[in-house]
């Protein structure tokens, strides 16, 4: 076994010890390429709050626009855009980028991984966004965003 077989040596080896964000992000998509059962109870959980989406997703991480994001693909199309938003602030195309990037597949879903105490004020700059974009949002738990288009 290698440095680079164990998670924390992934994650320090990738050069993350103050990115927790993108640590997270890492570490997560490590944990779905190295453990199929892993993957598979997490695909389960997204397929509860989407149905339809596919059972073969296979996940990887991609490094765009100063942050790193988790792409869930299936046949190489992305499906679902897992994001960490722990403190950083929303980058100025989220989520918008995110919903280009998933255009054409249905069903698609974004999820953001952010602790308990920004949920409510991401959920309202998200739903801010996605108004001033002219995307409908609707809500089907309280606090639960699910996007469609107008």
Known sequence: MTVQDTILGHLIGWGLPRRHEDAATEGLGFLLHRYPAIRDRFVALL???????????????????????????HAEHPRVIVVSKFAAALADEQP??????????SPGLIVFIAPEWRRGHL???LGERLKSAGLASIYRRP??????TP
């Open 123 to 125: 959920v309202r700059e």
């Open 96 to 105: 918008a980028q995110h919903l280009r990037e998933l255009a054409g597949e």
């Open 47 to 73: 397929r509860i709050a989407q149905p339809g989406l596919p059972g073969d997703l296979q996940f990887a991480t991609h490094a765009s626009s100063g942050h790193t994001d988790l792409i869930g693909r």
């Open 143 to 148: 606090g639960t965003p699910r996007v469609c």
